[in-house]
Antibody, heavy 121, light 107 residues
Framework: EVQLMESGGGVVQPGGSLRLSCAAS????????MYWVRQAPGKGLVWVSR????????AYADSVKGRFTISRDNAKNTLYLQMNSLRTEDTAVYYC??????????????WGQGTLVTVSS | DIQMTQSPSSLSASVGDRVTITCRAS??????LNWYQQKPGKAPKLLIY???SLQSGVPSRFSGSGSGTDFTLTIGSLQPEDFATYYC?????????FGQGTKLEIK
């Protein structure tokens, strides 16, 4: 069974840092691209970042570029999101998700349960 | 970025009703359109991928159609467990973008 489990969320002051982790199990983690998606309280889903299967290629939403860093450790089956210079608008539940697809058609077929990040003074 | 616009934003319906939700992309995205269901306090769940393919384990009352810029999600006969929020997502252009969501409530 595919499982994704996020951790590392919490309360942090503006300007602070947090590192989120996503532990993967039940599939060949090193074969899949992975995503971070966030959801502010009462709001919709927003793509944050993605990383390819070997970690050599990454992409970020403009709103987090230069502040967040996505990475992965395939030996530990773990995805990370290092979040620096946090702002109040970064407050959200952060989900990791697995990207699957074929012939250029891609979709997020498994999601973690999410971890809440609250940025507040 | 590609804008995804869902309509309606909210919808009241009864058990047994047939419901359709639409999603419009600001540019053509071929059939790179996915639908997710999210219940309160839970992670999103993939329902439909590539506009019309049913994800494994999803009931057949869910169906999707469309191509280019206009897409629909149809629930053939609403069940109590279907009351949730539904999101479309395009995966044709980076960044991936989601619609604003359609909240389906019990009438």
């Amino acid at each position: 069974e595919v499982q994704l489990m996020e951790s590392g969320g919490g309360v942090v002051q503006p300007g602070g840092s947090l590192r989120l982790s996503c532990a993967a199990s039940g599939f060949a983690f090193s074969n899949y691209w992975m995503y971070w998606v966030r959801q502010a309280p009462g709001k919709g889903l927003v793509w944050v970042s993605r990383i390819n299967s070997d970690g050599s290629s990454t992409a970020y939403a403009d709103s987090v570029k230069g502040r967040f860093t996505i990475s992965r450790d395939n030996a530990k089956n773990t995805l990370y999101l290092q979040m620096n210079s946090l702002r109040t608008e970064d407050t959200a539940v952060y989900y990791c998700a697995r990207l699957d697809g074929y012939n250029g058609l891609e979709y997020l077929d498994h999601w973690g349960q999410g971890t809440l990040v609250t940025v507040s003074s | 970025d590609i804008q995804m616009t869902q309509s309606p934003s909210s919808l009241s319906a009864s058990v047994g009703d047939r419901v359709t939700i639409t999603c419009r992309a600001s540019h053509s995205i071929s059939n790179s359109l996915n639908w997710y269901q999210q219940k309160p306090g839970k992670a999103p769940k993939l329902l439909i991928y590539a506009a019309s393919s049913l994800q494994s384990g999803v009931p057949s009352r869910f169906s999707g159609s469309g191509s280019g810029t206009d897409f629909t999600l149809t629930i053939g006969s609403l069940q109590p467990e279907d009351f949730a929020t539904y999101y479309c997502q395009q995966s044709y252009f980076t960044p991936d973008t989601f619609g604003q969501g359609t909240k389906l409530e019990i009438k």
